[in-house]
């Protein structure tokens, strides 16, 4: 089965600069690759999401690179703010679009916005 | 549109007993997930269902777990008898394919505690 590691566990930047975060995967056949927040208490949320036939995708301050060949992904917060604080899973299935697949989380990475 | 809709919201139960979790998914969505988040564990995939089918229990922890889909809107997970390591929120998701998208979005949970 598919197995997703995710780095690094803690993430702790000034506000204002960037935040990258990386993930790699094992399964070749996987190629969809979502991105999720969690606040505290509260429900994962789909922040962005990238397929396997694009390389890069974008949304305002938001972006995920996807290297295929070497099986890793990365999500990239710029000018970082507060309410980026929480903690963010990487995730990969090996969606057919015949039907849903459940996906396969890393372990999360809890990022840190210093005032 | 309600999200997806879980409950109870909180459930505090003793060793052995039998617990219910329930879980009504967005309305046309054809698949539906279970997944358990714990510290330890992150969050994994306990099982899914697509048009009311269950694809894949693998990740189903042991026989005291069970899970069902009698119908489109709801689904129950079964924990039976229930044992303190099983303490963990539970979320179920739904989604539906939608040109190649098939975004998950989970339910606020159930946070279980056996004692």
């Known amino acids: 089965g598919e197995n997703v590691e995710q780095h690094p566990s803690t993430l702790s930047v000034q506000e204002g600069d960037s935040a990258v975060i990386k993930c790699t995967y094992s399964?070749?056949?996987?190629?969809?690759f979502p991105w999720y927040k969690q606040e505290l208490g509260k429900r994962p949320q789909l922040i962005i999401d990238?397929?396997?036939?694009?390389g890069e995708k974008k949304d305002q301050r938001i972006a995920v690179t996807l290297n295929k060949t070497a099986k890793h992904f990365s999500l990239h917060i710029t000018e970082t703010q507060p309410e980026d604080s929480a903690v963010y899973f990487c995730?990969?299935?090996?969606?057919?679009?015949?039907?849903?697949?459940?996906?396969?989380f890393g372990k999360g990475t809890h990022l840190i916005i210093q005032p | 549109d309600a999200g997806v809709i879980q409950s109870p919201r909180h459930e505090v139960t003793e060793m052995g007993q039998e617990v219910t979790l329930r879980c009504k998914p967005i309305?046309?969505?054809?698949?539906l997930f279970w997944y358990r988040q714990t510290m330890m564990r992150g969050l994994e995939l306990l099982i899914y269902?697509?048009?009311?089918?269950?694809?894949?229990d693998s990740g189903m922890p042991e026989d005291r777990f069970s899970a069902k889909m009698p119908n489109a809107s709801f689904s129950t997970l079964k924990i039976q008898p229930s044992e303190p390591r099983d303490s963990a929120v539970y979320f179920c998701?739904?989604?539906?394919?939608?040109?190649?998208?098939?975004?998950?979005?989970f339910g606020p949970g159930t946070r279980l505690l056996v004692l």
């Open positions: 995730a990969a299935t090996p969606y057919s679009g015949g039907g849903a697949d459940g996906l396969t």
């Open positions: 399964d070749s056949a996987s190629n969809y």
């Open positions: 990238i397929r396997s036939n694009v």
């Open positions: 269902f697509n048009n009311n089918v269950p694809i894949d």
């Open positions: 998701a739904s989604s539906r394919l939608q040109g190649m998208r098939e975004t998950q979005y």
């Open positions: 309305s046309g969505h054809n698949s």
